[in-house]
């Protein structure tokens, strides 16, 4: 009896989605033991106190106008 070429490829289809699944579980959803646990401690951050004063304060303006523009610009469009 002569095996059949389709069956033959059904089933080699199925073993390599088999395969392939489990090689997913292995790398994604198996917890390795050699990992370190992570610390839960907080991280310190600086946090500012004060106004911070720039060199060129003009620069900053001018971005916040522009900003500025654009919003009333797109408002009076969707109202």
Known sequence: MKPNPR?????????AFNLLFFALYL??????????PV?????AVKKANATQLVANPDQYLKEKELK????????AVNQ
């Open 7 to 15: 069956r033959l490829r059904k089933i080699l289809n199925f073993a």
């Open 39 to 43: 610390s839960n401690k907080a991280v």
């Open 68 to 75: 500025q523009l654009v919003l009333e610009k797109g408002t």
């Open 27 to 36: 790398n994604f959803i198996h917890k390795d033991q050699d990992v370190l």
